[in-house]
């Protein structure tokens, strides 16, 4: 079955599934490959859970006297070539987002700042992969006028494949780190997939590229492109500029358009790291003709979730929870930022930073090394990497034990900084604070 005769069946059963525990009444399942699973073996108890149509590619999973099952070379294949068919049919112009750090963060605030005055569909949570983009390109509906979509990497080539499905219209690199150095192999590999969307756009007649005008390596890649800059530094070319004002530990800033007067916002974000993000909310809104008062309302009225950039307030202690994930830029930038709060008793509790190959140990080193002199009273250390590192801050091989020194020593009256990657599961710990 090719994208054609696939497309006529979607335009009937417009809903996708590729999840046997969630198989709404007449959509279509698509029998994808994992590491540990076969979709296809799963086909026939999707098509009993209520699924219209199973998509297949492997003959000997479906039933050739059932007119249910829809044969393809390549499932995965067949759903993002879908799904850009599908896109070329709708009218929304489509944002791309990637980035090391943020981005999912901004994706929001755009999606915030857009949604007062257009019809905005958005990536939901963090599903920003192969699968992830299709599915949020295939839930575009004709009424929606604007497309927001976050697309992740953790190798060569995957952004170039994600910016091929989703043909943005726009785009937006919120920054380069050291993030899954594991699979980039170096951070000259991670410049060169995120610049793998710059080159996308550069195919494309007219496009737009939102950049922050103060990174150096964004500004070195993106030769050629139609540029709308935002930043800190005060320059000729900026759309919007901007300053922190405080962040204790709310941030507070302000931005401008040109000479305009100033625009000055209270977020519920934690951290000055977060600005770049809130400056490029801003910029888009104003491309897009947003009133600067309704950026202003979007801003302040937008409220993180998923354990990022969060402020939880418990009986004994106040946290800034941001233990979605954690390399070495996000970990050093939130721990300047914690440092810099003028706030009694500081606790951080820090996890492993994953995916960083071969200079793990470096990395993990070098930030307890910084640490020696800092501010922060109390430092905790969770994972195998930090258990290899030389310091004499507290070490703890899991979570698990650290809820079990919590229940016994009880902290009080402390700002306590969670931060880790995801698998370390230190977002369990606010339930013990």
């Known amino acids: 079955m090719n994208t054609a005769e696939l497309y006529k069946i979607f335009t009937r059963h417009p809903v996708i599934t590729t999840d046997t525990r ?4 007449d959509s279509i399942f698509f029998a994808l490959h994992g590491d540990t699973f076969n979709g296809n073996a799963f086909a026939a108890k999707a098509l ?3 699924c219209a149509y199973a998509v297949v590619d492997e003959p000997q999973y479906a039933n050739a006297d059932d007119d249910r099952y829809l044969m393809v070379p390549d499932s995965l294949k067949a759903l993002q070539d879908l799904a850009r068919h599908h896109r070329r049919q709708m009218p929304a112009r489509i944002i791309g987002i990637t980035g090391t750090n943020g981005k999912t963060t901004t994706k929001e605030l755009i999606a915030a700042v857009l949604a007062e005055k257009y019809n905005v569909l958005y990536t939901q949570g963090n599903f920003n992969n192969h699968i992830g983009v299709p599915k949020t390109l295939l ?4 009424e929606h006028e604007v497309g927001v979509i976050e697309m992740g990497a953790n190798h060569p080539g995957e952004i170039a494949c994600l910016a091929g499905i989703a043909e943005p219209d726009c785009g937006m690199i919120t920054n380069v780190g050291k993030a899954h150095l594991e699979g980039f192999g170096s951070f000259e590999g991670v410049i060169k997939t995120k ?9 494309k007649l007219k496009s737009t590229v939102f950049i922050d005008n103060d990174n150096p390596y964004l500004c070195d890649i993106s030769q050629g492109l139609n540029l709308v800059r935002y930043g800190c530094r005060p320059a000729e070319n900026l759309l919007i500029e901007g300053q922190a004002a405080s962040s204790t530990p709310l941030l507070q800033f302000r931005w401008r358009h040109s000479t305009d007067a100033w625009h000055d916002v209270g977020t519920q974000l934690i951290g000055s790291y977060n600005l770049t993000n809130l400056l490029a909310a801003a910029c888009v809104g104003l491309y897009f003709s947003i009133a600067p008062e309704q950026i202003d309302h979007a801003l302040s009225h937008y409220t993180p979730g998923n354990n990022r950039s969060q402020l939880a307030v418990t009986a004994h202690n106040r946290l800034i929870i941001d233990a979605y ?3 070495p830029t996000s970990m050093n930038a939130a721990l300047t930022n914690f440092e810099e709060m003028d706030v009694p008793k500081k606790m ?9 190959g071969t200079v793990s140990h470096a990395e993990h080193q070098k930030l307890v090394d910084g640490l020696r002199h800092s501010t922060i009273h109390t430092v905790w250390l969770v994972g195998e990497e930090f258990g290899q590192t030389e310091t004499d801050f507290r070490k703890f091989r899991n979570v698990e034990e650290v809820k079990q020194a919590l229940e016994k020593e009880r902290p009080e009256g402390y700002h306590i900084l969670i931060k880790g990657s995801h698998g370390t599961r230190l977002y369990t710990l606010p339930e013990v604070l």
């Open 48 to 50: 009993e859970a209520g």
């Open 22 to 25: 969630d198989c709404p009444a």
């Open 348 to 356: 951080a509790i820090l996890g492993d930073m994953k995916e960083l």
């Open 139 to 142: 839930r575009l509906k004709p």
């Open 195 to 203: 610049g793998e969307l710059y080159d996308f756009l550069r195919t």
């Open 325 to 327: 994930n954690a390399n």
